[in-house]
T-cell receptor
Framework: DAGVIQSPRHEVTEMGQEVTLRCKPI?????LFWYRQTMMRGLELLIY????????DSGMPEDRFSAKMPNASFSTLKIQPSEPRDSAVYFC??????????????FGEGSRLTVL | AQRVTQPEKLLSVFKGAPVELKCNYS??????LFWYVQYSRQRLQLLLR??SRESIKGFTADLNKGETSFHLKKPFAQEEDSAMYYC????????????FGKGTKLTVNP
C-alpha cells in the first residue's frame, strides 16, 4: 500500500481563489482526518469522518472551509475564497476503527498551501 | 477543555547527552497518550503510545497521572533523533480523535 495519498503537494494561489485539496486514505481504513499545521498553532484537527460521515467539524475555522467524503476512498477539503492566513500545510490521515484501532493515525505527506 | 501542552518549541542537545521532551495534558478522564515524530522530509508517524509501555529507538515515556505529564526521554541522544516531536491525546476512550500539542523541534548536535 502506498499509504495515504494527498494532492497537490504544493499549491500557490492568489487571495480569493478557490483551493481544493484531495486525499485518498489507506484501503480498509474507515476514519479520515484533516489537520492543519502552522508554526504558531501546531497541528490542529479540522474535521474527521467515520464511514464517510462527518463526525466532528468543530475545528473548521469558518464557512470558507468545507470538506466532503463522497466514498471510502476519497475526500476533499475546499477553501473558498482563500486568504493569506490560510497558508499552512494540510495533512490528511486515516485509521482503522473498531477492533483494529490502536490509536495510530497514518498521515499523508501533506499539501503545502501558499496564498498570496 | 482537553489540551496538550509542549512548553518547549525548540530543544538542542549534544550527541550522547540525555534528552527529555516535556508534555503536559489537561483532561479529567482516562487519557490515552501518544508521541508522534516527523523527521525531515518524512511523514508524521507514531513513535510510541503509553498503553504499550514500550521503548522505541531508545525512547520511553511514562504517564504520570498525578502530574498529568507524559514526558519523552532518551538517555543518549543521537544525531538521527533530530526531528519534530508531537505529543497527542485521545480522550474519548476508544475514539480515534487525537489532539496534538504544538510540537518540539529537537536538534541533536554532533
Amino acid at each position: 500500500d502506498a499509504g495515504v495519498i494527498q494532492s497537490p503537494r504544493h499549491e500557490v494561489t492568489e487571495m480569493g481563489q478557490e483551493v481544493t485539496l484531495r486525499c485518498k486514505p489507506i484501503s480498509g481504513h474507515n476514519s479520515l482526518f484533516w489537520y492543519r499545521q502552522t508554526m504558531m498553532r501546531g497541528l490542529e484537527l479540522l474535521i474527521y469522518f467515520n464511514n464517510n460521515v462527518p463526525i466532528d467539524d468543530s475545528g473548521m475555522p469558518e464557512d470558507r472551509f468545507s470538506a466532503k467524503m463522497p466514498n471510502a476512498s476519497f475526500s476533499t477539503l475546499k477553501i473558498q475564497p482563500s486568504e493569506p492566513r490560510d497558508s499552512a500545510v494540510y495533512f490528511c490521515a486515516s485509521s482503522p476503527t473498531g477492533q483494529g484501532y490502536t490509536g495510530e493515525l497514518f498521515f499523508g505527506e501533506g499539501s503545502r498551501l501558499t496564498v498570496l | 477543555a482537553q489540551r496538550v501542552t509542549q512548553p518547549e518549541k525548540l530543544l538542542s542537545v549534544f550527541k550522547g547527552a540525555p534528552v527529555e521532551l516535556k508534555c503536559n495534558y489537561s483532561y479529567s478522564g482516562s487519557p490515552e497518550l501518544f508521541w508522534y515524530v516527523q523527521y525531515s522530509r518524512q511523514r508524521l508517524q507514531l513513535l510510541l503510545r503509553h498503553i504499550s509501555r514500550e521503548s522505541i529507538k531508545g525512547f520511553t515515556a511514562d504517564l504520570n497521572k498525578g502530574e498529568t505529564s507524559f514526558h519523552l526521554k532518551k538517555p543518549f541522544a543521537q544525531e538521527e533523533d533530530s526531528a519534530m516531536y508531537y505529543c497527542a491525546l485521545s480522550f474519548q476512550g476508544g475514539s480515534e480523535k487525537l489532539v496534538f500539542g504544538k510540537g518540539t523541534k529537537l536538534t541533536v548536535n554532533p
